[in-house]
Each structure stands twice: as structure tokens, then as C-alpha cells.
């Protein structure tokens, strides 16, 4: 099973800042297999980022996805108040399909 | 609009079977991976398995001698049963859609809360 580690596991962050969070894979990942969730207090996951750099429909180009092999990044530019959520990488490359263990942004 | 909504009890007995259902409204159920993903408390994102409109499963090793899945396309839902339950099943369960080429989750259910507890 492929692991994928997240870091920072927290983030304080005042609007308008920009941030990157890392996720980092045990093994390879083919880009075209990882995506970025976005998830809220009880709400359900959101997608964000499809194919490590493709921003799903609907979603703010303030937010940018990156990165190939075992190391991918979610760039946010200039936090927005709805942005303060938690953050998850997934992989679908290697069955089983796996979740980072997420990464909180929270207001400084 | 498209939309998922798990039902199920918010509360089952160790040892017994949790069942949970996911109604898909508002469009085919034809066509797509149905997937189930859990958080426990505290912890992150847990993929349990997958089912296809035509039946065709694939499940998480960890959990796949208890887990059963099925889809009922006429009644326009999927299902998923958990045998032998134990506090580490506690979690918010969530049903969620993607394509068949393609295990980006782009339709969530709400979730919900089921607590393994006597």
C-alpha cells in the first residue's frame, strides 16, 4: 500500500497569506492519479486538484496543484476566510487507494 | 442535480454487522465507480471499497473478508455491509461517485456518524 505523508500536519495562516502543502508518496505516483480534497466541518470532501495539477470545475485559480514521481504540492495564493479547512492528497495509482492524513489550515 | 444521501443506524453492537445504503437522485447510476470512504474520529480519510453499476467490487484488503458490497440500479441505490464490527469501525462514512476511467470523487454524500458501542 502506498503511503502518502502530508506536512505540515497544522498551518496558521491569516487571510490574503499564500501556502504550500506538501504530500510525499512511499512509492512513485503517475501525476494522472493524484488529486487534492478540500474538507470543511461537517461537510463532505471536496475535490480540487485531479491529475496533480488540473483544478476540477468550479474551483478558484488561487488554487494550483504540482509535482510528479513521490513529491506533490497544493499551492493556495492569498488565503481566502473560506479557505481555513482541512486538506487531503489521495492516490489511486496502487490499489488499495489511499488518503494522506491531512493537512489543517486554520486562521492565525 | 445530482445527489447522494446515506441512511443507515447511527449506533451498532460490537460484533454485529453495520449496513449502510447510498440513494443516488437526480440522475444514472449507470456508468460510474460507487465508492464508500470513512474518517474516524480524529484520524484522516479511509477508501473501504467500490462498486460498479454492474455489480463489479473491489475492497480495501484490510477490510475485505468482513465487507460486502451490492447495487440495486432499479431502486437507484448501493449498499455496503460491515460484519463483526468493533470500536475501530466508528466513523463518519461517506458514499461518493467517479468515473470508470478516473478515481477522482467528484459527488459526495454528507456522511454519516456511526458509533460501534454496546
Known amino acids: 500500500e502506498i503511503v502518502l505523508t502530508q506536512s505540515p500536519g497544522t498551518l496558521s495562516l491569516s487571510p490574503g497569506e499564500s501556502t504550500t502543502l506538501s504530500c510525499r508518496a512511499s512509492?512513485?505516483?503517475?501525476?494522472?492519479?493524484l488529486g487534492w480534497y478540500q474538507q470543511k466541518p461537517g461537510q463532505a470532501p471536496r475535490l480540487l486538484i485531479s491529475g496533480a495539477s488540473n483544478r476540477a470545475t468550479g474551483i478558484p485559480d488561487r488554487f494550483s496543484g504540482s509535482g510528479s514521481g513521490t513529491d506533490f504540492t497544493l499551492t493556495i495564493s492569498r488565503l481566502e476566510p473560506e479557505d481555513f479547512a482541512v486538506y487531503y492528497c489521495?492516490?489511486?495509482?496502487?490499489?488499495?487507494?489511499?488518503f494522506g492524513q491531512g493537512t489543517r489550515v486554520e486562521i492565525k | 442535480q445530482v445527489q447522494l444521501q446515506e441512511s443507515g443506524p447511527g449506533l451498532v453492537k460490537p460484533s454485529e454487522t453495520l449496513s449502510l445504503s447510498c440513494s443516488v437522485s437526480g440522475g444514472s447510476i449507470v456508468g460510474y465507480y460507487w465508492t464508500w470512504i470513512r474518517r474516524p474520529a480524529g484520524k484522516g480519510l479511509e477508501w473501504v471499497g467500490r462498486?460498479?453499476?454492474?455489480?463489479?467490487?473491489r475492497y480495501n484488503p484490510s477490510l475485505e473478508s468482513r465487507l460486502t458490497m451490492s447495487v440495486d440500479t432499479s431502486n437507484h441505490q448501493f449498499s455496503l455491509k460491515l460484519t463483526s464490527v468493533s470500536a475501530a469501525d466508528t466513523a463518519v462514512y461517506f458514499c461518493a461517485r467517479s468515473a470508470v476511467d478516473t478515481a477522482d470523487f467528484d459527488l459526495w454524500g454528507q456522511g454519516t456518524l456511526v458509533t460501534v458501542s454496546s
Open positions: 489521495h492516490q489511486y495509482d496502487s490499489a488499495p487507494q489511499t
Open positions: 512509492q512513485t505516483i503517475r501525476s494522472k492519479y
Open positions: 462498486i460498479s453499476s454492474s455489480g463489479s467490487t
